[in-house]
């Protein structure tokens, strides 16, 4: 079993910056892929991006391609989203989660969820 707390969202300026964290308890947090999905007003939820449990390999979507990053410490079981460049369509909750999958894009793909937290970029 895996418990996530995102952290980190606000409110921010087009053009500023945000980092969200993601704190998992569980012992086995190295062993999980981590992703970030997230749902604006009247949409459906979309991933973000993803990164593999051993931070070999990440995934994004086109939307935040050179934009965002992701990163995770798997000694303070942590993961986290760098978001550069933000734009009023970033404007979302955005929510941590994990899967014993090798990789993700989709929703059925993962397996625990975080609360999420709300980013909202002003223009």
């Known amino acids: 079993q895996v418990q996530l707390v995102e952290s980190g969202g606000g409110l921010v300026q087009a053009g500023g910056s945000l980092r969200l964290s993601c704190a998992a308890s569980g012992r086995t947090f190295s062993s999980y892929t981590m992703g970030w999905f997230r749902q604006a007003p009247g949409k459906e939820r979309e991933f973000v991006a993803a990164?593999?449990?051993?931070?070999?390999?990440?995934y994004y979507a086109d939307s935040v391609k050179g934009r965002f990053t992701i990163s995770r410490d798997n000694a303070k079981n942590t993961v986290y989203l760098q978001m550069n460049s933000l734009k009023p369509e970033d404007t979302a909750v955005y929510y941590c989660?994990?899967?014993?999958?090798?990789?993700?894009?989709?929703?059925?793909?993962?397996?625990?969820w975080g609360q999420g937290t709300q980013v909202t970029v002003s223009s």
């Open positions: 990164i593999s449990w051993r931070s070999s390999s990440t």
């Open positions: 989660t994990a899967t014993g999958r090798v990789r993700g894009t989709r929703q059925y793909e993962y397996d625990y």
